[in-house]
């Protein structure tokens, strides 16, 4: 395994990241632990997850089983660069209308105590806002992290699913507080969504922010069974996108081919071999799939495999604006 720091700071972090969204829900607990303990074995010691995770109607479900996970000891805990995340609703009633999707200091400040609980950890190392919430002040929202950071409950503050904009307000904003501000984006990225390189990406990197691709398969779009027209993903039923995408993701068939690796290997490579990017996110529902997504870490792309995926998969063009101006 390779590691590399998370932006700014000096966490290091293995090049690829453990997702954990379908533990709980299309993935049994047993099963679960069995791709956790094979991530660790394999030097995976970066995982993430949300309190939101656990299928339908079982938010923190997933949390539950990584603590129950931690429980078992051998230097489980330890070993592991934990990151969660806060925004989402988790229908306690006891939040009234502070429980709905939001980062107010009062929502941020319980559902940390919530996902500790679930986790059975007294701090996780990444706290990550899982989406923009510009109803709230950073003045409210960095003062409510300086806190839990005092604390000791988390040890960095990392955001998702921001715009480049959102990122450089943020940071200005902890830079006159004399705070870290955050360490780490994570995004949707890949071969079939490229928007983030006008902004978000180059952002990130001048403002010292790893990213973390979230979908790096497109909701599935660039697996190795795309083409059978699965049903059922993160982005919801994906028979109309392979017909609208079609030509592309056979082009990328028979490249992969010709490359000797399976579709989803060759898309999860092409993400990490961004610079902006520090670990993609694999979201395994079995320990075959987890043991599949190892394999990206051995492939190495020329110039000219990086411009035939560009051919396939066209970018912006580069980044703003002169992706589209002079």
Not at 43 to 72: H, L, P
Request: aromatic share 8%; with cysteine; hydrophobic share 35%.
């Amino acid at each position: 395994m390779e590691y590399s720091y998370l932006g700014k700071s000096g966490l290091k972090v293995s090049q690829i990241c453990l997702g954990t969204m379908n533990f709980g829900g299309q993935t049994d607990e047993q099963e679960s632990f069995k791709i956790m303990d094979a991530a660790l074995d394999a030097g995976v010691n970066f995982f993430d997850t949300a309190n939101v995770y656990g299928g339908k109607d079982n938010a923190g479900r997933t949390e539950e089983i990584i603590g129950r996970w931690f429980q078992q000891g051998g230097g489980r805990r330890e070993k592991v660069v934990l990151a969660t995340k806060v925004y989402g609703g988790m229908s306690d009633p006891t939040d009234g209308p502070n429980g709905d999707r939001g980062l107010s200091a009062y929502k941020i400040r319980r559902h940390l105590e919530g996902s500790l609980k679930r986790l059975q950890t007294d701090h996780v190392e990444l706290y990550q806002m899982h989406h923009i919430d510009r109803n709230v002040s950073w003045n409210e929202l960095w003062g409510a992290f300086e806190v839990a950071m005092q604390q000791g409950k988390i040890g960095y503050v990392g955001s998702s699913n921001f715009a480049g904009w959102d990122i450089a307000v943020a940071q200005k904003e902890a830079e006159k507080r004399g705070f870290l501000g955050l360490i780490s984006e994570q995004h949707k990225y890949s071969l079939l969504t490229r928007q983030p390189e006008l902004e978000v990406l180059p952002a990130s990197q001048a403002l010292g922010l790893g990213v973390i691709p979230w979908s790096p398969l497109d909701g599935g779009l660039l697996g190795r069974n795309a083409l059978k027209k699965i049903e059922g993903s993160r982005s919801g039923g994906n028979a109309e996108r392979v017909e609208k995408h079609k030509e592309q993701l056979e082009q990328f068939a028979a490249f992969s081919e010709e490359l000797g690796h399976p579709q989803d290997t060759i898309a999860l490579a092409w993400v990490l071999a961004n610079p902006a990017v520090t670990a993609p996110i694999i979201g395994p529902r079995t320990l075959e799939q987890f043991e599949d997504a190892l394999r990206i870490l051995d492939v190495k792309f020329g110039e000219a495999e990086m411009k035939r995926l560009d051919e396939i998969f066209p970018g912006p063009g580069g980044s703003a604006p002169n992706a589209y101006a002079w």
